[in-house]
């Protein structure tokens, strides 16, 4: 039962662009060529931040004039705000907020044998990873800069280093690594 930052970047770090765009990822590649599919599958709880949650209700939530898409998690999902975001039926989307680490005790509860993943934001996974609760950090790098945007990860984690675990190429759109993070001695 670990806790894995799993998610996808620019080449110069960032998840998304300042307006929170993600239309430069897609194109990067297919997903069904990287490892995500069979990281899901190993997914028991879900955390992300009220932006993250808030891209999935512009995106990918089914709407009247979208009929196709809805929400895609069966796992339980804690999102994490100060404010009422709108509920979405059907889903089963836990709204917390503050100490990190109550709420991942609750998730590993939920996961059991299965992973708790941090989808994002950067600054909530660094709250995570201030507790000492984040075991894998896993990464595709995407072949574009944006220069600016929302961070991958916006904390000094310098000593003892990650540990780099392996590198997968994925076409030529992504470069996907995989680190433990050591745990402090
Ligand atoms: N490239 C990818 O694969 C990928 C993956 C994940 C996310 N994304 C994108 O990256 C962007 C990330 O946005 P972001 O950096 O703003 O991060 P975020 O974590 O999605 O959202 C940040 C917000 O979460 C809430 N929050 C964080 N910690 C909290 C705490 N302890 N208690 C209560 N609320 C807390 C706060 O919202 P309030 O105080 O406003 O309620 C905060 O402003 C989004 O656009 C997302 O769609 C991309």
């Known amino acids: 039962m670990s806790t894995i930052y799993y998610t996808a970047c620019s080449l110069d770090g960032f998840l998304a662009t300042e307006d929170h765009g993600l239309e430069w990822l897609f194109p990067l590649a297919d997903i069904r060529d990287t490892s995500f599919p069979a990281f899901f599958e190993t997914v028991g709880a879900l955390a992300m931040g009220a932006s993250t949650y808030e891209w999935m209700l512009r995106h990918v939530v089914r709407t009247p004039d979208d009929p196709g898409t809805s929400w895609p998690y069966a796992q339980p999902v804690w999102v994490f705000t100060h404010r009422r975001l709108p509920v979405i039926a059907g889903a089963d989307v836990r709204f917390v907020q503050g100490d990190v680490r109550p709420v991942h005790a609750a998730m590993q509860a939920a996961a059991g044998e299965r992973r ?70």
């Open 116 to 185: 708790v993943w941090l989808v994002g934001g950067g600054e909530l996974v660094g709250q995570f990873l201030d507790a000492g609760l984040v075991d894998e950090i896993r990464v595709q790098i995407g072949s574009v800069t944006l220069g600016r945007g929302q961070p991958l990860l916006p904390r000094r984690f310098t000593s003892p280093p990650l540990k780099l675990l392996s590198v997968a190429q994925v076409g030529s759109g992504f470069a996907e690594l995989h680190y433990a993070v050591p745990r402090p001695a």
